[in-house]
Structures are given as structure tokens and as C-alpha cells.
DNA sequence: ATCGTTCATCGTAAATATACGATAGATTTA
DNA sequence: TAAATCTATCGTATATTTACGATGAACGAT
């Protein structure tokens, strides 16, 4: 990428941007879906229904931390991922409004 | 990435990932509120209104009309891009569907 | 026909993302 | 304590993305 000139745009921007990279894979679509589908939200639980290595499950579930979209709680030696309605709905607010903005041709 | 598994996932999910994928660059999400603020949309007047070369606003513009997010008509040696209405209202659909199912823990 | 303008594409370099096996750390259970 | 389980992280390979200069193709104007 050379130097990535991502500091040259707003703040907004970049996290708008940032959030649509955290939903810009279907295993992590398909994890969100599966979080909220689903009564238990262990790691292994969601490996299963992914054809995707254990490795690389929690590296997807780490890019859907990194911007707050789920949280995961320690439950003994398991742990525990949900969905992170308050960071959700931030999300879908500020998608929502530049959807509304550039609306129009 | 060894062997890209997105044929694993549902077609929907990709989908949404791909529109998504559109969206998480800070100079896309820009270049979608500058075509809908100016009067112009020539190339020339974009590339002035970013802090990037032209080659690269190019590949930008590309990627957003990949997904049909935008439209390119040609407007004797320019060319005149502006956002597809039609294309962005079935993103903002689907986005909110999506919210909308994963929004509970 | 030639020139200048406009934009896409090519070639290339560096950064990131994706995927996996192997391993390490933490915790429960035996 | 030892064994088993669960998950993050490391190391690594490959693919993709981002960025730019240079070039080429298309068009209007001279």
C-alpha cells in the first residue's frame, strides 16, 4: 500500500470505513448471525458451524472485537461472544445517516 | 490467504460481505458523499477533492462501480459518475435487515 | 492531422488480509 | 498433580488491497 494516507480523511470516515471492513467477510457475517441464532456463544460452537479452522475463527471474531461489535466474556475456561448492541446500534445509526445523505443523483 | 472458502458461505452473505467491502475505505465512503454534493462528477474534480493521485481514485471508482454502487456515463472525453439509486437502497435494505436480526443478546 | 485533455489500465511495490497447523496459556476435571 | 479442554497467538504461505508513475486510448479543439 505504499503509506496508507487514511490519516488525510475525517474521523467519521475512518470509522465508518472501519466498520464496513469488520462486516466486509461473510465468515463474519455469518458469525453475527450465528451469535444472536444461537443460545450458547462459545468459540467451538461457532467453529463448527464454520468450514473454517479454529486459528482462523478467532482471528475473525478478533476484527469483530477490534471495533466493538461483540464482546467476549471469560466463562471458566470457555469463553463467551455476543453481540454488542450499543456498538451495533451506533453502527447502524451512522450507516443509516450517510445512507440518507447520499441519497440522491 | 491459501484458498479464498467464500464459496462456502451463502450467497446473501456474500453479498452484503462484497457492498460492505465497497464501504471500508475511508476515500470511498468520501467519493459517495462528494458525488452526491457536487454538481459535477467528472473524475478530475474527485481526484481534486482527495489526497490521492488519479490512478489511484481510479481503482476507487472502480471498485465502487464493481458492486454497482455507482454509475459511470460517458460525457464526450469525460466521464460523469453519480451514485445508483437503485443499487444503494437495496444495500440499505439489506444492511438493515441484517441489523435488524442480529440486534438481541 | 496534431495537440491537449481526460481517464482507465499496466506495471510495480509495499501493506493487509485470509487461512492453517502448531503451540502456549488458562481452567476445569479426574 | 496430571490430564483434558478451550481458545488465543505465533509462524508462515498466499492472495488481495492500496498507492503511484507511466502509458495508452478516446475525444474535442485547433
Redesign the interface.
Known amino acids: 500500500m505504499a503509506s496508507s494516507?487514511?490519516e488525510?480523511?475525517?474521523q467519521e470516515?475512518?470509522w465508518?470505513?472501519?466498520v464496513?471492513?469488520?462486516?466486509?467477510?461473510?465468515?463474519?457475517?455469518?458469525i453475527?448471525?450465528i451469535?444472536?441464532e444461537m443460545d450458547s456463544c462459545m468459540v467451538g460452537s461457532i467453529v463448527d458451524k464454520l468450514?473454517?479452522a479454529q486459528a482462523t475463527v478467532s482471528q475473525h471474531l478478533k476484527e469483530l472485537k477490534r471495533v466493538g461489535l461483540i464482546d467476549g466474556d471469560i466463562v471458566g475456561p470457555k469463553i463467551c461472544y455476543?453481540?454488542?448492541?450499543k456498538n451495533?446500534?451506533k453502527?447502524?445509526t451512522a450507516?443509516?445517516k450517510?445512507?440518507s445523505?447520499?441519497?440522491?443523483?
Open positions: 494516507k487514511k488525510e480523511f475525517t470516515d475512518n465508518l470505513a472501519d464496513a471492513k469488520a462486516l466486509s467477510h461473510p465468515a463474519r457475517i455469518r453475527l448471525k451469535l444472536t468450514p473454517l455476543c453481540v454488542n448492541n451495533l446500534a453502527a447502524k450507516l443509516d450517510l445512507f445523505k447520499i441519497g440522491c443523483c
